[in-house]
């Protein structure tokens, strides 16, 4: 089970952490992701990271905004996001696949962003 924390409301320009934690698998055998949907908008991809966080992968539209970080002794994954927009406003979610494949098997039920401006 995922369950995503860190949401919350807050002001364009403001920074949240978001926080991925697992119960019942070690998050070490997955790539993790973090993906976000917006009212009325279909799910996208937001940041990717491979099982040894050696290698990680942007959306255009948050990289060198967005950073996603692991701690495999915690059995977590982090979405830190600086520097927020409006546009950012969504339910964010994070999910866990492999590092040879773009399909994810677990997702969590997403914790809701909202950046007012």
């Known amino acids: 089970q995922l369950v995503e924390s860190g949401g919350g409301l807050v002001q364009a320009g403001d920074s949240l952490r978001l926080s991925c934690a697992a119960s019942?698998?070690?998050?070490?055998?997955?790539?993790l992701g973090w993906f976000r949907q917006a009212l009325g908008k279909e799910r996208e991809f937001v940041a990717r990271?491979?099982?040894?966080?050696?290698?990680?992968l942007y959306a255009g539209s948050v990289k060198g905004r967005f950073t996603i970080s692991r701690d495999n002794a915690k059995n977590t994954v982090y979405l830190q996001m600086n520097s927020l927009k409006p546009d950012d406003t969504a339910i964010y979610l994070c999910?866990?696949?492999?590092?040879?494949?773009?399909?994810?098997?677990?997702w969590g039920q997403g914790t809701q962003v909202t950046v007012s401006s």
């Open positions: 990271i491979n099982r040894s966080g050696g290698s990680t």
């Open positions: 999910a866990a696949g492999s590092d040879y494949s773009a399909a994810y098997s677990y």
């Open positions: 019942g698998r070690p998050l070490n055998n997955y790539a």
